[in-house]
């Protein structure tokens, strides 16, 4: 048990404040439930804060502020990272890295190529979704965002607010872009963007 904990104290102490660990991080310094106890303990130490299960924090510490957390977009790409998987944020989650809407949803979801899976982080739930590879042939990130951001509205649902809004997001993309990967939206989107882009 000393040398799981001495092992496990050292890879975290050569760390920046902010990073964040998986249990599964450690497996090679002793067995799950050594691993599980030692971490038990650094937490109550303050060395580690846990975020969800099997998810820890070295804290990064604001003297005004607290703890600083990371982001869910941030743990959402290293839990992503660890599973050696590609994730793209959908729904009411587009909209809010856009800026089309200041509330971060409660259930977050990503469309991924990994496992389907929901992991608890404070009061949010992060939902990814499999899905099929089509779904990731749109590579540039603005234009996926601008996609997903009019699934969520659906065909019914766009008004002149939501097209004035996200109009500024649609003028940045660049015509060679649109020209290889618009194709791979559904066809009301590809018109409504290019619509916008061509204003």
Known sequence: MQSTRKQIETKISKSTPGEIFFSTDF??????????????RLEKEGVLERIAQGIYLKPKRDPLLGILYPSIEEIAEKIAKRDKARIAPTGVMALYLLGLTTQIPLKIAY???????????????????????RN?????ERLHLIVQAFREKGQREITKD??????????????????????????????????????
């Not at 990731?136 to 540039?140: G, L, P, Q």
């Open 162 to 199: 939501f097209l004035k809004k996200i109009e500024n997001h649609v003028k940045k993309l660049d015509a060679k872009l649109l020209d290889t990967q618009l194709k791979y939206a559904p066809v009301w989107i590809q018109k409504e963007i290019l619509k916008l882009y061509n204003n």
């Open 136 to 140: 990731f042939a749109i590579k540039e």
């Open 27 to 40: 497996s090679s310094h002793g067995t799950p439930e050594n691993i599980r106890q030692v971490l038990s």
């Open 111 to 133: 469309l991924t190529d990994g496992s389907q899976r929901q992991i608890k982080i404070g009061n949010h739930n992060i939902l990814f979704k499999q899905t099929v590879p």
